[in-house]
């Protein structure tokens, strides 16, 4: 199924890997990250692929919803952000190889612009949209909202989880919009493609 954006995404100048179940990927990426400092963004994608307890077995991992003992949220992410291995899912992603995220405090785009020596982006078959205004549109209308209300926000769109109503409220959760054309230049990316829904 990914053999298009497979070989779009390699254009691009990304390594890419597929797998057909969420459970062979996390068991490639756990054989893959070992004795890394690993920051991981916030994400329904990783919890699902258990992560967090496969790689804090033989890694250091920074995990904002699991935070290390006497470290803050923030004082995580930021370790996250500093870590060697980065590894967090995306909001959207076009056939062409666009991939979009919206951030609240920005580490995760951050990190996924600069930071890391290697990126690691786990990207169910849900995410990919046709183009990149489809996958922006994703991004604000299916991700965002979801979201928006796994987290308890006072938005609009938490009540139903259904759109995105470009809201002013304070609890706003999208104030960071990222694209990545091409892979960035001074690291190591990979793409990690599941043939599964994972994730908002
Ligand atoms: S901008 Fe506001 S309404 Fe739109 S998805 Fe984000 S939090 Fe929800």
Redesign the pocket.
């Known amino acids: 199924m990914f053999d298009k954006l497979k070989e779009n995404l390699e254009k691009r100048g990304y390594e890419v890997l597929t797998f057909a179940t969420a459970a062979e990927a996390a068991e490639a990426l756990n054989r893959r990250i070992d004795g890394k400092t690993v920051g991981m963004g916030g994400s329904v994608t990783i919890r699902q692929l258990g992560l967090l307890e496969k790689l804090s077995g033989h890694n250091t991992v920074y995990w904002l919803e699991s935070p290390p003992d006497g470290m803050t949220v923030m004082e995580t992410r930021r370790a996250g952000c500093r870590s060697e291995v980065y590894v967090s899912s995306v909001n959207g992603i076009s056939e062409a190889g666009d991939i979009v995220n919206?951030d609240n405090t920005g580490n995760r785009a951050a990190a996924i612009s600069f930071g890391p020596e290697t990126v690691y982006l786990i990207i169910g078959r849900n995410k990919i949209a046709p183009d990149l205004e489809g996958a922006v549109w994703r991004a604000?209308?299916v991700a965002?909202?979801r979201n928006?209300k796994r987290l308890n926000?006072n938005?609009?769109?938490?009540a139903k989880g259904d759109r995105?109503?470009?809201?002013d409220?304070p609890?706003?959760?999208?104030r960071n919009l990222s694209v990545l054309w091409r892979k960035p230049a001074g690291a190591s990316y990979v793409i990690v493609l599941v043939d599964e829904e994972l994730g908002y």
Not at 155 to 158: E, G, K, L, M, R
Not at 164 to 167: A, P, R, T
């Open positions: 919206i604000r209308n965002s909202p928006a926000r938005t609009p769109c938490a995105c109503y470009d809201c409220s609890d706003r959760i999208c």
